[in-house]
Every structure is written in C-alpha cells, then in structure tokens.
C-alpha cells in the first residue's frame, strides 16, 4: 500500500471538499465571515481563560483602558485618571455617553461590581483584591479605589488583553459568583452579541452596536476608535482544516483565524488569500519540569538540557522554516515586548554542545530514573515541540517515557502531583500567549509560591521577591532592570526553558483591508475593500 502524507492528503481534500456555506453567495458588504481558533464553549470571559473565550469578549465588553501596539497602557472607556501623592488612591472617570447593549448607560457602580468579579478569578485582579481598601463609586461617572501601597501598575492590569479580561458588564450580571458562569452577554462593547442566533459548535452572531461611542484617537489596537465596518460578523465554527481552507478559497469565509502551517503554501498560491502575522506578541514554547520528584527537583539536572537546547529546532518543528513565523533566540519574556532583554541568554543563544549536556547529566548523578514527558497528539504545535524535546532528552541520556494523549487527557495528568509509577509527569512541553508572558505579574511559569503555583508546583523565593519588586517599580527602566534580574535567576534555577516565540500566521482574502495589528483578531478597522 502507498503511504500518502499528512500534507497531500490536506492539498488533495482542499481542491476536492466542498465547504459548508458561511452565507449566501452574494453576500452583503456588510456581512465579515470568520472560522474561529475553536469552538466557542463559554460566553464569560472572566471564568474562563480560553483565548476564544476572550477574543468573543473583546467583541462584547470594553475594558476601562486598552494596549496600544507599543504595548503601552492608555484610556479606553475611562477618560482619564488621578493618582494621590503617595499613590494609595485612583480616582477613574468615566467618557460621557457609554452605554450597554440594553440601552442602560454605564455607571460608576456597573464598573465596580465587574473589577470585583474579575479580582476573584484573574492573577493580577487576586492582586488587587488583595491591595484594595476600597473600590467604590461615588457617582455614576467615577470611580474610586483605594489600596493598602502603591501599585504603579494597576491601569496596565486593568486594561490588558490576555486572559482573564476585566470586562465591564451591568452590575446585574457582574453580581453573578465568579466561580459560575454568566448567561447574559449583555455588555458595552461595538459589537452585540446576538444570543438568540448562537449555536455552539456551528455559529456565533455579533451585530454592530448602533450606540456604541468610539474614542477619536486613530485605533492603535486595543486602544483608540474601536471603529465598526460591518453590520454583522458570523464565526462559524470548522474544527476541519481542510474544510476552512476550502471556504475561504472559494470565498465562503472572509478571515480564518488558524490555518495549518501544512496548508499555508497552497493558501499562498492563491492570489485572492493574504497571509499575515496579525499577532507578534505570538506564543512562548515552554519546556516545563516537575519540581516535586527526581530526576528534575535537582536545578543542577534542569540546567544539563541548557547547552544541548537549540530553539531553531524547536521553532522549525512547531511553525515551519519560514522565519517570519518565529522567533529565536527568546527568553523569559516575549520577544518584542519592553522587560524582553538578554541577560545571561547566551546559555541558549551561544554555540551548542551535546557533549556538554551529557557531561553535565552525569556529573549530577542521574540515576537512569524514568522520565514521562506528556505529549498532546491532537495539538500539532504541542506534539512536535514535544517529539523534538523527546528525542533531545534520549540524546542526552534521559531515560525517556513518551506516552501519547490527547489535550484533554494531557491536562488532567498534569495535575497529578505523584510521582511517574503512580500516574504522575516529569515534564511537558506547551505554549504560553505572548502577552501573559511578557511581564512577572501574570507569567505563570517564572512564579515560584510552591503548591500555589502552575504545574510543576517550584519553590523559588528569589523570582517571588522580584515578582514583587516589579509590581512597585516606578517606571520602566526600574521594571526593566527587575527583568533581567530573574531572567538571570531564571538560568539558575531553569523554573522552564522557553524554545522560542511561535507567531502563527491568519489568513483572509484580500477584499478584507486594514486589519488591526498587535494581538488577536479584532473587528473593529478592519474593513471591506
């Protein structure tokens, strides 16, 4: 029997499948239709940390300030703010004529019940509901909070796109546990939500909210005029790759969010298809160990892999050789981003030497335990970064446990904090969206608090002190020299090894113009030629 390719087989379904319909043939200018990542399981950005989740609620919600490309925080629904001489009070107001999808304005008091909600559930809003004396609303167009030190921060938190949002909802929602999702997608945002119409796993609707009040600065990504095109947005939801490249070929989708880096030269031959990096910030490849039992609870065993690690070979293996697509070297924060620096990353930039990883195993007394690296066969990016760590380990000499699963089954084995014979891990590889990693506050795997921590669970005092440091820095450069200080830190104790920036590509067809650069696909801008 002849083997045919992954590769070939996706071309050959491409040309042959005929895809669903997104819309009628002659669909409106007004109409923009979108595959998304994924299926689009929750509606509540503040429960859930899936990155659709989030993109639907950056659609819905609008946040009291917004990112800029430059990665600088600056008002969005708030106007401006004041901060007291000794830092501990902001006072916030809010623009004139904000108003929900309901038709209510928003008021002081709907801001405060929403940054309480997300306080309960996102990593820096658990900051601030520890810091805070007070949140409070002393009239409908202010609000007020009070905290225990001064947090130079507290916008950037505030207004930040990664997962967990600080969605601003009616107070009626926002009231809602936080540990239980919302059913009312009622928000403020240019796009409503047309419950009515959703179909989970098939379609989600987004309509143009007629009384939504944009900013007059020019959009600059989160921030600025979130400036609406379209009348209507459809995400229809095609799990199969070969199906979204058939649409958006014959032009029954606008926008795919995730097309497969198998597809991508096919895509190009297209004349009508644009492919494009919308997201720099991309995603950080992470190999992480599990600190509780041997052989990676010894740091002298975690720094062996460090002169064999070659991120090139990573990043080729995840995304492919177009280097547009990718970023090496990286370090503990994203590429790109202010705190990125290259303090001590010789260690994985410098020339690399197997020989030498080898020696450094042996000299730690690696007693040929069993090593269980978790793989994710149903994640293409996931899978490849781990066969590439698989076979880098063995080389060493690891005594190497690859077992195949799927994502789901990967994520529940990895919580499991036995050792390898009672169902436990010993590493896996992953990705971690380039904006959580880009400063201490929100970087899971650089923290170090011990049972509290992501999987891995590490106790590293010192990279918990300059967490802390960082969160009262004064100004950039303070924020940048704490960067370099745990990534160096970071080489010592090796909490993960970053194996690069992933920057998966979108692809839409080319009457779609002025698409928003800096993050996620966004609605706003973006337009019909």
């Not at 620096?341 to 260690?347: C, M, P, T």
């Not at 904090?417 to 904006?435: H, K, M, P």
Request: glycine share 8%.
């Amino acid at each position: 029997m002849t083997e045919i390719s992954r590769r070939a087989a996706l071309v050959g379904a491409v040309g042959t499948i005929a895809a669903p319909q997104l819309a009628s043939a002659q669909a409106n200018a007004r109409l923009l239709r979108f595959i998304p990542q994924s299926n689009l399981a929750s509606i509540d950005p503040v429960w859930s940390t899936a990155v659709i989740v989030r993109n639907h609620g950056l659609m819905v919600y609008d946040l009291l300030y917004g990112l800029g490309a430059d990665y600088q925080v600056r008002p969005q629904m708030a106007s401006g703010h004041v901060v007291s001489d000794d830092g501990l009070t902001w006072t916030i107001t809010l623009r004139e004529g904000l108003r929900f999808h309901d038709g209510e304005p928003v008021r002081g008091r709907d801001c405060v019940a929403s940054i309480q909600r997300w306080s309960k559930r996102d990593v820096l809003g658990q900051r601030l509901d520890a810091l805070a004396d007070e949140i409070s609303a002393p009239d409908d167009r202010t609000i007020r909070i009070r905290l225990k030190r001064p947090w130079p921060g507290l916008a950037w938190a505030l207004g930040k796109p990664s997962a967990n949002i600080c969605a601003i909802m009616p107070e009626r929602v926002a009231r809602t546990d936080p540990f239980t999702q919302i059913t009312d997608a009622t928000g403020s945002g240019p796009y409503r939500f047309r419950q009515d119409l959703f179909r989970p796993g098939d379609v989600a609707v987004y309509e143009r909210f007629a009384d939504y009040r944009p900013r007059e600065e020019p959009v600059d990504f989160l921030s600025g005029a979130k400036r609406v095109n379209f009348d209507r947005v459809e995400w229809k939801i095609m799990p199969d790759p070969a199906t979204a490249g058939a649409a958006l070929q014959n032009n029954e989708a606008d926008w795919w969010e995730t097309p497969l880096p198998d597809l991508l030269p096919l895509l190009r031959r297209n004349r009508e298809i644009e492919i494009g990096v919308v997201n720099p910030a991309g995603n950080l490849g992470v190999l992480r160990f599990n600190f509780l039992h041997a052989p990676f609870n010894d740091p002298a065993v975690r720094r062996a892999l460090l002169p064999a690690i070659n991120q090139r070979d990573f990043m080729n293996a995840a995304i492919g050789t177009d280097p547009a697509l990718s970023v090496v070297p990286a370090g503990v924060f994203t590429p790109g981003t202010p705190l990125a620096n290259d303090a001590g990353l010789e260690v994985l930039s410098g020339p690399r030497n197997l020989d030498a990883a080898r020696a450094a195993l042996r000299a730690t007394g690696y007693a040929n335990q069993r090593v269980t690296l978790l793989s994710a066969t149903d994640l293409p990016v996931l899978q490849n970064l781990s066969e590439v760590a698989a076979d880098l380990m063995r080389r060493i000499g690891f005594n190497v446990d690859f077992p195949g699963m799927d994502w789901g089954t990967h994520i529940q084995r990895r919580t499991n904090r036995n050792g390898v014979d009672q169902g436990g891990w010993s590493a896996f590889c992953t990705t971690w969206e380039g904006l959580d990693v880009s400063v201490p506050g929100s970087h899971q795997p650089l923290r170090g608090h011990g049972a509290a921590a992501w999987a891995g669970w590490p106790t590293l005092p010192r990279l918990e002190e300059l967490r802390e440091e960082w969160f009262s820095a004064p100004d950039t450069a303070s924020a940048q020299r704490i960067g370099q200080e745990m990534q160096r830190v970071a080489w010592q104790e090796v909490p993960f090894i970053p194996l690069g920036l992933v920057r998966p590509p979108q692809a839409w067809r080319r009457s779609i113009t002025d698409v928003v650069r800096g993050g996620s696909a966004l609605f706003w801008g973006v337009r019909r030629a």
